[in-house]
């Protein structure tokens, strides 16, 4: 049987990812398990330790995914992996991409522990660049390697705070949420693009087409941008 601290954490990342963390509060919480706010505080003090555990959790799934495999090459499909991992792990936790600057901003600890994360990830995207270069999918020089990981890092943090920011929130929808996201790892393979060689060069097509397009990306965020106008204008 799950455990009620196990429902408690699965039950507020549900709220959070649907609701908007600064939407959801622990009685919010508490009613949408059945429980009293006493047991769910006899697990978590409050909020933000609910939200410290998730971030926990998410940055182990992260770390545990941008891993060189020992004792042979990467190949194009390593490289599509970590692109369906990374797509994964934001859809799973996106309202903390989504409400990141506040959620670091209200909490000096988690910002402490997110810019260590950071950190980490930061070396060990570059270990899977260099990981490409050497198998001869990636023909970059260091700086240009450096340069690709800390760029593709800028999109994949902002990218769910980005989409949020055209999407009314009373025009969500999770299909078009997760198509919005696929985008943003389409525009990490366009980053990739020019350095990209050999068989990931020549999967580098079916690869855009596995997560969108520039035409998809400027119509969907159009439209949500025109819903926004229409819901203002409405008021």
Known sequence: MTSTRERILATSLELFNRQGERNVTTNHIAEALGISPGNL???????????????????????????????????????????????????????????????????????????????????????????????????????????????????????????????????????RDRKLLQQGIYQVVCLEAPYLKGEALEHLDSIKARYGSAANAMEMLAGQAGMRRDGNDDR
């Open 41 to 175: 505080y006899y697990h978590f003090r409050n909020k933000g330790e609910i939200v410290k555990e998730l971030f926990i959790r998410y940055q182990a799934m992260v770390e545990a995914f941008l891993q060189v495999p020992a004792g042979r090459p990467l190949t194009w499909q390593d490289k599509v992996g970590y692109l369906e991992s990374i797509l994964e792990s934001i859809w799973a936790t996106r309202f903390l991409h989504r409400d990141l600057g506040h959620l670091l901003n209200q909490d000096e600890t988690l910002r402490e522990d997110y810019r260590e994360f950071v950190s980490i990830c930061l070396k060990k995207g570059l270990n899977i660049y260099q990981g490409l270069r050497a198998s001869g999918l990636i023909a970059a020089s260091d700086e240009d390697l450096q340069a690709l990981m800390v760029n593709t890092w800028v999109i994949v943090a902002s990218w769910a705070m980005f989409v949020q920011s055209m999407v009314p929130d009373d025009h969500r929808d999770l299909d």
